[in-house]
C-alpha cells in the first residue's frame, strides 16, 4: 500500500490553482470586459490602476497550472491541449494582448484608443475561450488509445458558446464587484448600476446551463440524480452567495458583493468538481490513469512543498499593499 | 497542395521559440551586468554607477517583460502541437519544466519587484542582494531549460517503456552528456550579447557625446569581457562539438558537410550541399583540417553522412551555413575584442568614430550568433526528437490538421509581429531617452511590484517638447 496518494495530492493543487485563477485573474479580465462601457476615460485609468498591480502575478497561475498539468497529469495535458487547438489559440493572443496593453497604455497619448481595444478585446476574447473550455469539459472528449481523436471544432458548440457566455457574464459581475470594492463616487455608482443586471445575467445563464448539462452526458446525470443527494448543497450555496450580492449591493456594502460572488464561483466549480469526479479526462480517463509516474510527482511535489507558501506569501502581501481604494489620477502607472 | 501538420509545427515551434529565445539571452547577460554594476556602485559610492545601473535596470525591465510575454506561448506548445511527445517525455521533462517555471516565478515574485522599484525603498545592500538574486534566477531558469533540451539531445538517466519515458535517474537525466558543454557555451554566448549590446548602445552615445563618462566606463568593462569571453567561447564550442561528435556524428557531419566517413577530410569554407545527389558543390576548403579540428589528428576519420539512410539525415543545407555563420560572426567578435585591447592605449577606444560606428552595428550579431547556433543544434538532430528513440514524426499531435497549424501559425506570426514592433519600437524610445534621465525615476513608482515595464518611464509616442520627461508626473 502506497503511504500517500501521489494523483490525489496532485488532484488537490492543481484544482486549486485552478480555482485560484479564476478567481483572481476573473477580476481583472472582468474589468477588462466591463471597459468599453465605462462612463469616461477617466473611469477607464482608474479601473484599470486597481487591477494593475496584481494582474501579471495572477496570470502565473495559469503558466504555473500548464506546467504542472504536465508534470502531473500529462495525459490531460497532451489530450485536452490537441482537443481545445484553436480555444487555447485564442486565449493565449487574447492574454498576450492585454497584457500589453496594461504596459503600454499608460505610456500611450495619441495612441491610448488602440491600447483600449486590445485591452478589452484582449480580455473579451480570452474570457469566452475560457467558459468554452469549461463546457467542452462537460461535455468531455473523444479518445482512442490515450489520444484524442476528434475535430478541430468538436469543442465549439451551441453548449460550449453558451457556458462562454456564462463565463463572460461572470467574470464581468466579478469585475464589477471588484470595481464597488476598490473605487468610489462617480465610477462606484457605476458599478452598483451594472451589477444586479450582471448578476440576472449570470442567474439565466447558469440556471440554461445547469439545465442543460444532464442531457448533455449521462454520467453528469447520474451523479445529480441518483443517490448522492448531499452534493444538492452546492447548488443551493451558489443560489444563497446569488441572493448575497444582490442583498448587499442593494443595501451599498461595498466589500461583501465581491466576496459573494467569490462565493458563487467556488460553489459553481465545486458542483462542476463533483459532476466529473473522479475522471478528468471525460469521459474515459479517471485522475489516476492520467497521472504520470510516482517517482516525477515525488520530484515536482518537494519544490513546491516550499514554493507554494511563499507564492501565497507574496500574492497576499501584494493585496495588503494595494489595499484601499483607489482615486482618479493616483494611479500606479 | 497538401498541408502538411508535422513541416507547418517544426516551422511554428521554430518560429515561437526563436523569437522567444532572444530575450532570455539578452536578460541573462544583463542581469550579471546589471548586478555588477550594483556591486560597484555600492563600493564605490560613484553616482556614474548608480545612473548606469538604474539605466540599464530599465531596459532590462523591457526586454524581460517581453521575454514573458512570448514565453507563455512555449509552455503551451508541447501540448497543442506536439502531443505525443509530451506524453511520452512528461515523466521526465514535466518536473523540469514546471521547476523552471517555478524558479522563474519565484524570481519575479522575490526580487525583481526590488530590483525594479526598491532602489530608494530598501537598504542599498538589500537592493545589492535583489540584483545578485535576478542574476542568479536567470542562470537557475536557464540551467532547467538547457536541461531539458540537452536531454532531448543524449537522453539519460532515462528508460523506455511502452512508448513512455521512466525516469531511472534523476542526476543522470539532468546531467546528460551534453548539458554541461551547453549550459557553458550558453552562459558565453548570453554574456557576448550583453556585452555587445551595452557596448553598442554605449558607443552609440559616445558618438553623440551623451553621458561620456559613465557612458566609457560601461564600455571599457564590455570591451574588456568581449576580449575575454569571446575567444574562451571558441575554446568552449570546440569542446561542445566533440562532444556532439561523440553522441550525435551525423549533427556534426551536417556541420561539416562532409557526406562520406573518410580521413583527411578538409575544413570547408564554403560549399552549396546538396541532399538529392548527397554531394557539394562548388567546395572550397582547406585540407585535412576539419580531421584535425574534430579528432586532432590530421589523418583522423571524420563520419560521414552515407552512415545512415537518407531519411535519417539532417537537411544539410541550413545545417551547415548557419554553423558557419555562427562561427564567423564568433571571429569577428574575437576581432572587435582585440581591436578593442590595441585601441586602449590613450584611451583612443572611446573616441575612434569607425570602432564607435562598427560596435553600433556589432550589437545585433549576438542574435544572430545565438539563433544560427540553435538551428545547427536543432535542425542538426532532425529527424529525431530525442536522439535516437523518439522522431519528429511519432511526436506531432496526431488530430492536428495541416489546417489548424497554418492557422494557428499565421496567428502566432501576426500577433508577435504586432507585439514584437511596439516593443522594439518602445526600447528604441528607452534607448533614445538615454542614461540621463534615470535619476528621476526612483523617485515615484517605488512600492509596485511585478509590472516589468512600469520600471521604463518613458512615453510611448515621440513628444516634441519634452523628450526627457516622463508622462505622468502627477502619479503617486
Known sequence: ?333 | MELDPLILSRIQFAFVVSFHAIFPVFTIGLASFIAVLEGLAFKTGNPAWVKLSAFWTKVFAVVFGMGVVSGIVMSFQFGTNWSNFAQATANYLGPILSYEVVTAFFLEAAFLGVLLFGRDKVPAGVHLFAAIMVALGTFISSFWILSANSWMQTPAGTELRDGVFYVTSWSEAIFNPSFPYRFMHMGLASFLTGSFVVAGVSAWYLLRNREVEANRKALSMSLWLILFIAPAQLVVGDFHGLNTLEHQPMKVAAMEGNWETSRNVPLLLFAIPDQANQMNHFEVGIPSLASFVLTHDWNGEVPGLNEVAVEEQPPVAIVFWSFRVMVALGMLMILFGLVGLVLRSKGRYWQTPWFLQGLRFMSLTPFVAVLAGWFVTEIGRAPWLVQGMMNQAESVTPSLTGGMALFTLIGYVVVYAMVFSAGVYYLMRVLYVGIEDSSVDAEYEADRPKRPFSAAHVPFELDNNDTHKPLNQGGH
Not at chain 1, 477617466?42 to 487591477?51: A, F, I, K
Not at chain 1, 462562454?164 to 448600476?193: P, R
Not at chain 1, 445529480?224 to 444563497?240: E, Q
Request: charged share 10%; glycine share 10%; hydrophobic share 55%.
Open chain 1, 1 to 333: 500500500m502506497e503511504l500517500l496518494d501521489l494523483p490525489l495530492i496532485w488532484a488537490f493543487i492543481i484544482g486549486f490553482g485552478i480555482i485560484m485563477y479564476v478567481l483572481m485573474d476573473g477580476f481583472d479580465l472582468g474589468v477588462g470586459i466591463l471597459f468599453p462601457f465605462a462612463p469616461n476615460e477617466e473611469s477607464r485609468d482608474v479601473m484599470m490602476n486597481t487591477v494593475a498591480p496584481v494582474w501579471d502575478g495572477n496570470e502565473t497561475w495559469l503558466v504555473l497550472g500548464g506546467a504542472g498539468l504536465l508534470a502531473a497529469f500529462p495525459l490531460v495535458y497532451s489530450i485536452l491541449l490537441p482537443a481545445l487547438y484553436i480555444g487555447v489559440f485564442l486565449l493565449l493572443t487574447g492574454l498576450i494582448f492585454r497584457g500589453v496593453a496594461f504596459e503600454f497604455r499608460f505610456k500611450a497619448r495619441s495612441s491610448r484608443y488602440l491600447w483600449n481595444w486590445a485591452f478589452a478585446g484582449g480580455s473579451t476574447v480570452a474570457s469566452f475561450a475560457q467558459g468554452a473550455v469549461v463546457g467542452a469539459y462537460i461535455q468531455g472528449f473523444e479518445t482512442a488509445n490515450g489520444v484524442y481523436v476528434g475535430g478541430a471544432l468538436d469543442w465549439l458548440t451551441p453548449f460550449t458558446v453558451l457556458t462562454g457566455f456564462g463565463m463572460l457574464a461572470g467574470y464581468a459581475l466579478l469585475g464589477s464587484t471588484w470595481l464597488i470594492m476598490k473605487t468610489e463616487g462617480h465610477l462606484q455608482e457605476w458599478a452598483y448600476k451594472i451589477t444586479l443586471p450582471l448578476l440576472a445575467g449570470v442567474l439565466v445563464v447558469f440556471g440554461i446551463i445547469s439545465v442543460w448539462t444532464p442531457f448533455v452526458d449521462d454520467m453528469v446525470r447520474d451523479r445529480w440524480f441518483s443517490n448522492l443527494s448531499v452534493i444538492w448543497i452546492l447548488p443551493a450555496l451558489t443560489l444563497l452567495c446569488a441572493f448575497q450580492i444582490f442583498q448587499s449591493a442593494r443595501n451599498r456594502l461595498e466589500g461583501m458583493p465581491f466576496v459573494a460572488t467569490m462565493g458563487l464561483f467556488v460553489t459553481t466549480y465545486l458542483g462542476l468538481v463533483v459532476s466529473r469526479w473522479p475522471y478528468v479526462v471525460p469521459p474515459e480517463y479517471t485522475l489516476w490513469d492520467a497521472a504520470s509516474a510516482p517517482g516525477s510527482q515525488m520530484f515536482l511535489l518537494i519544490g513546491l512543498v516550499f514554493v507554494i507558501p511563499v507564492v501565497l506569501g507574496y500574492t497576499a502581501w501584494t493585496y495588503w499593499v494595494f489595499r484601499g481604494k483607489v482615486r482618479a489620477g493616483e494611479g500606479y502607472h
